[in-house]
């Protein structure tokens, strides 16, 4: 049976974008250590079957991606290609459930961002509200 895919009611245009001031405060390694960390997160999680085995490895190319987004080089872009989230994400069933337990691992990870990653105090809000947004556009199932 084949499953039927939900899209959310939204543009991905409409995701506020992190400040890009961002990796500048932090730095590369600073990103790189938060996702292996957030990573970890996910690994003692209910959603860690939708991940592959390495977890740091998958962590990663994770940072790749925030590194760019975050207004450092496109390394993911130069590693992996386009991104593409969505797509990317889609052979996985991503509900409401899924979402938020993803949202609660970063949660965990952001409560000692500031002092643990040195991620900017001024910019966790506009963090979060991507991770909200960004969240929402990979859900694909009801």
């Keep these: 049976m084949e499953r039927e895919i939900y899209v959310p009611p939204m543009q991905?245009?409409?995701?506020p974008a992190p400040s890009?001031?961002?990796y500048g405060?932090?730095?590369e390694e600073n990103i790189f250590a938060m996702l292996e960390d957030f990573y970890r997160e996910l690994e003692q999680s209910s959603i860690r079957a939708m991940f592959p085995e390495d977890m740091v490895a998958a962590s990663r190319k994770s940072a790749a991606f925030f590194v760019g987004l975050l207004g450092g080089p496109p390394l993911y872009h130069q590693r992996y290609g386009p991104p593409r989230m969505r797509a990317r994400h889609m052979p996985f069933v991503i509900d409401e459930a899924a979402r938020q337990e993803w949202l609660a691992c970063f949660d965990r990870v952001l409560a000692r961002a500031v002092e643990k990653y040195n991620f900017p105090p001024?910019?966790?809000?506009?963090?979060?509200?991507?991770l909200e947004g960004f969240s929402?556009?990979?859900?694909?199932?009801?």
């Design 20 to 22: 890009r001031e961002i």
């Design 122 to 130: 001024q910019h966790l809000p506009g963090f979060r509200a991507f």
């Design 12 to 15: 991905p245009g409409q995701i």
């Design 25 to 27: 405060l932090m730095g």
């Design 136 to 142: 929402a556009w990979m859900v694909n199932s009801r």
